[in-house]
């Protein structure tokens, strides 16, 4: 069964720092990758998606996200944070064939002024 | 882009009653939706997938006859919560597949049960 490890819960950064959220997985075959940005009451909104290809993706917002297949990894980073991007962050892992995501535990961003 | 529109973004009723969740996909047609229950401060659990014309699949632990699932069409599927209890209170969420390679969220329902 496919499963995605988020290690960090909660992460502090001063604005205009770099960012980097940890995310692993596991899965058999070549996963297809998330991530997500929820803010509080809200729904999910993408902000970048691995399938295939070029191993680093960009999204949305300035985020990037590298896909490391030999280290089951898929970490999200952006050079210089936002006050706006306080946040929670998910990272997903979903199945080759139409069926559901499986999503990490969250990892929540709080930006310093 | 892909937009689905859930509705209502919050409701709170009475325990004993029953609540419906509406998910619809503006401008596409999605034979598959999904639907999430995510507690506080939690991560995203999959409750059921819904399936256009035929009868939801469940994941484990949920129980169906409490979790109605209806997709009776291409554009909308429904979650009705029956006999409410304050253990109810959540927010759910639901997804739907705009195409091979993407999922789109609703923006959520917080349900509270008093």
């Known amino acids: 069964a496919q499963s995605v490890t988020q290690p960090d819960i909660h992460i502090t950064v001063s604005e205009g720092a770099s960012l980097e959220l940890r995310c692993n997985y596991s899965?058999?075959?070549?996963?297809?990758l998330f991530w997500y940005v929820q803010s509080p009451g809200q729904g999910l909104q993408l902000l970048l998606k691995?399938?295939?290809?070029?191993?680093l993706v960009q999204g949305i917002k300035g985020f990037e996200a590298e896909f490391k297949r030999s280290q089951s990894s898929f970490n999200l980073r952006k050079p210089s944070v936002h006050w706006s991007d306080a946040a929670e962050y998910f990272c997903?892992?979903?199945?080759?064939?139409?069926?559901?995501?499986?999503f990490g535990s969250g990892t929540q961003l709080t930006v310093l002024p | 882009g892909a937009v689905v529109s859930q509705h209502p973004s919050r409701v709170i009723c009475k325990s004993g009653t029953s609540v419906k969740i509406e998910c619809r996909s503006l401008?596409?047609?999605?034979?598959?939706m999904f639907w999430y229950r995510q507690f506080p401060k939690q991560s995203l659990m999959l409750m059921a997938t819904?399936?256009?014309?035929?009868?939801?699949?469940?994941e484990q632990g949920v129980e169906k006859d409490k979790f109605l699932i209806n997709h009776a069409s291409l554009t909308l599927s429904t979650l009705t919560v029956t006999s409410a209890h304050p253990e109810d209170s959540s927010f759910y969420i639901c997804?739907?597949?705009?195409?091979?390679?993407?999922?789109?969220f609703g923006s959520g329902t917080r349900l509270t049960v008093v």
């Open positions: 819904s399936n256009e014309g035929s009868k939801a699949t469940y």
């Open positions: 691995y399938f295939s290809g070029d191993t």
């Open positions: 997804s739907a597949r705009d195409g091979p390679d993407g999922y789109t």
């Open positions: 401008d596409f047609q999605a034979t598959t």
């Open positions: 997903a892992v979903g199945e080759t064939s139409a069926r559901q995501l499986t």
């Open positions: 899965y058999g075959a070549t996963p297809y």
